[in-house]
């Protein structure tokens, strides 16, 4: 399977990249870690202003209709630069749900067109997901009750916040009252819907992740060649090189797996939720070792405020169980390989 990218999307990527560079350097973050909101938004009104928010808003609703390959890019910058904010929540898995209702419905028309201007914050709730990002400071929240989906503005919610070792996730535990004037599609066309967002949400947790993982890498290359011991950087040592070694292998194993399972979103594959689960679990291990090695070639001074790498550190503890634990992509992709009849052997994994 061919994985290159477009000269287009590598460029979309890129400025996507500067852009962060310049508006969310790591100072900037920790100031906003100490916000009562832990959000910017003066950052977010930049992030609208370069169109984020309208990437995957269909065309006749005032965006440009990207797809999910795009997505794939643009969630590792996210990750790279841990943006404190959860735009992607919004703008692709919020976008995905509302998207996928019938033309006509009022939703579309109604919320659409507010996500590609960046007028408004959606958050999305669902069963895998015992809590809620973002729900005190949103507009909208996109909630389950069984399979139906239901969209219930803030004032009808009661919020109860919970605390986060990343200080920008802002995690709640939500009661509401479904009811017909809340009601946005029934049991059976919600049971499809939630299981598109539940990839879709999956996907975009597994591309914050590689990015936190590429991150946490650069850092650890950085101090090891700046930091000396016995007159030599600490990079010369072998030990030190293997640590970092081992990250590069899961992140450059973890990034074709990712590509594999956004592509068999954006297709329709059969094999959706295996291809899924194997990127998250191959994306959430090439955090889990960035931070773990990351944190041994910098010594225990890592763990500490003062240095850049606690913030990637605690965004990827955060992100580990959004949307599905490990527990749960394992039983997915265990349920899939040891299904009756299931096929086997290479030819297997890499065909269509």
């Not at 643009?74 to 959860?86: F, K, M, R, V």
């Not at 239901?150 to 009808?156: E, I, N």
Request: hydrophobic share 50%.
């Amino acid at each position: 399977m061919d994985f290159t990218f477009t000269e287009e999307q590598v460029a979309f990527r890129d400025s996507i990249s500067r852009f962060f560079m310049t508006e969310a350097p790591p100072e900037m973050l920790r100031e906003i870690w100490e916000t009562d909101q832990g959000r910017s938004p003066a950052l977010r009104a930049r992030i609208a202003a370069q169109g984020m928010f309208s990437l995957s808003v269909p065309e006749a609703d005032g965006g440009m209709g990207l797809g999910d390959v795009d997505w794939a890019l643009l969630t590792q910058e996210l990750g790279y630069y841990a943006i404190p904010d959860s735009m992607s929540d919004t703008a692709y898995v919020a976008t995905g749900l509302l998207a996928a209702l019938d033309a006509g419905h009022p939703l579309r028309a109604a919320w659409l067109p507010r996500i590609a201007d960046g007028s408004c914050r959606i958050a999305v709730g669902h069963p895998v997901n015992p809590w809620v990002a973002d729900a005190e400071l949103a507009d909208l929240l996109l909630l389950p009750h069984g399979t139906e989906v239901h969209a219930v503005p803030r004032t009808a919610v009661t919020v109860s916040a919970l605390p986060s070792i990343d200080a920008s996730r802002r995690l709640a535990q939500v009661a509401w009252r479904p009811g017909p004037e809340t009601l946005a599609a029934d049991a059976e066309a919600g049971r499809k819907l939630w299981d598109e967002t539940l990839e879709r949400g999956a996907l975009n947790a597994s591309g914050q992740l590689l990015g936190l993982a590429q991150r946490m890498l650069d850092l650890a290359v950085d101090y090891a060649a700046q930091r000396k011991q016995f007159g030599k950087p600490i990079g010369a040592f072998q030990a030190v090189k293997h640590h970092l070694a081992d990250v590069v292998t899961r992140i450059e194993f973890a990034k074709p797996v990712l590509y594999r399972a956004v592509d068999a979103l954006a297709h329709g594959d059969t094999k959706r939720a295996l291809r899924v689960s194997h990127a998250r679990l191959a994306c959430a291990e090439a955090a889990w070792t960035a931070a773990r090695k990351a944190i041994q070639v910098h010594g225990a001074m890592g763990y500490t405020w003062e240095v850049d790498l606690q913030m990637f550190m605690k965004r990827a503890w955060a992100l580990d169980a959004a949307w599905g634990d490990r527990a749960f992509h394992k039983a997915r992709v265990a349920a899939a390989l040891l299904a009756e009849g299931a096929p086997l052997g290479p030819l297997a994994s890499f065909s269509h």
